[in-house]
C-alpha cells in the first residue's frame, strides 16, 4: 500500500512539473523581444576624435524594447563635430541576433523588437519620399519619417535639414514625394526653405480646380463645334439661295 502510495505521488509530481515546464515554455514564447544597445557612437566617421561614445545614452532611451527618437546635439549633450555633418551607428541585438543601424543627423532612429503594428489605413499614403540633391546626388529615403509626422490624413513640414538630416552637405537640396490620396496617385517636389503642405482640403481644392478646368474644356469644345455647325447652316442657306 505505501509503494502504490509512492508511486501515485511520483506520478502526479511529475505531471506538475510537466504542466510547469509547458506553462514556463508559453510564457517564454509570448514574451517580448529583448532590445539590448551594445554600442553607439555619435560624431563624423571620417575622423575618430570627433566621434563620441553614447552607448549609455542610447540604452536609456530605449522603452518598451523599442528606440524612436530625433538624432541631434541635444539628445547627446555636447558636439563632437562642431560645424561638420554627423550621423550615429548604433550596434545592437535583438533576442540575442546581432545586427546595426546608421542614421544622419537631424533624421529619426528608430529600431523595435516589438511585433509590427498593423498599419492604420490613411487617406493620405506615402508610396516613395526622398530628400537631397536630387535627381542625382546624394539624397536620402525619407518615406518612413513622412509616414511618422501624418496628422489628420495631412502633413505640414518644413522642409529642410533639420527635419531630414543632411545627405548632401553644402548642396542646395529638395524634397520629392510620390503620394496617393483616396487612392488618387500624385507627386509633389518641394525645395529646401519651403514648406510641404498636404491635407483633405487642399486636395479637395485640387480635385474642384481640375473639374472646373475640365468643364470649362468640355463647354468650349461643344460651343466651338456648334460655332461651326451654324457657321456650315448659314452657308449652305446662302449657297442655296
Not at 133 to 153: C, F, H, S, W
Not at 182 to 192: A, H, P
Amino acid at each position: 500500500m505505501v509503494l502504490f502510495c509512492g508511486l501515485v505521488a511520483s506520478v502526479v509530481c511529475i505531471g506538475i512539473c510537466a504542466a510547469d515546464s509547458a506553462i514556463n515554455a508559453a510564457s517564454a514564447a509570448d514574451a517580448p523581444a529583448r532590445l539590448v544597445i551594445v554600442n553607439a557612437v555619435y560624431g563624423n566617421f571620417s575622423d575618430p576624435a570627433a566621434t563620441t561614445n553614447v552607448t549609455k545614452t542610447v540604452a536609456a532611451m530605449v522603452n518598451d524594447n523599442a528606440l524612436n527618437f530625433h538624432i541631434d546635439n541635444e539628445a547627446f549633450g555636447a558636439d563632437p563635430a562642431e560645424g561638420l555633418p554627423k550621423e550615429i551607428k548604433v550596434d545592437y541585438t535583438i533576442d540575442g541576433i546581432a545586427d546595426t543601424k546608421t542614421a544622419l543627423e537631424g533624421s529619426r532612429l528608430r529600431i523595435s523588437a516589438n511585433p509590427p503594428v498593423p498599419p492604420r489605413k490613411f487617406r493620405l499614403v506615402i508610396v516613395n519620399a526622398a530628400y537631397g540633391d536630387l535627381p542625382y546626388g546624394q539624397a536620402r529615403d525619407v518615406a518612413a519619417d513622412l509616414t511618422d509626422m501624418i496628422e489628420n490624413d495631412g502633413l505640414d513640414v518644413t522642409v529642410d535639414d533639420n527635419t531630414f538630416g543632411d545627405p548632401a552637405f553644402g548642396k542646395t537640396k529638395e524634397l520629392r514625394i510620390d503620394y496617393k490620396f483616396d487612392g488618387r496617385e500624385k507627386s509633389i517636389t518641394v525645395q529646401e526653405g519651403k514648406t510641404l503642405k498636404i491635407s483633405a482640403r487642399i486636395e479637395l481644392a485640387k480635385l474642384h480646380k481640375r473639374i472646373f478646368f475640365f468643364s470649362l474644356w468640355i463647354i468650349s469644345g461643344i460651343l466651338a463645334i456648334s460655332a461651326v455647325v451654324v457657321t456650315v447652316v448659314l452657308l449652305t442657306r446662302k449657297w442655296k439661295k
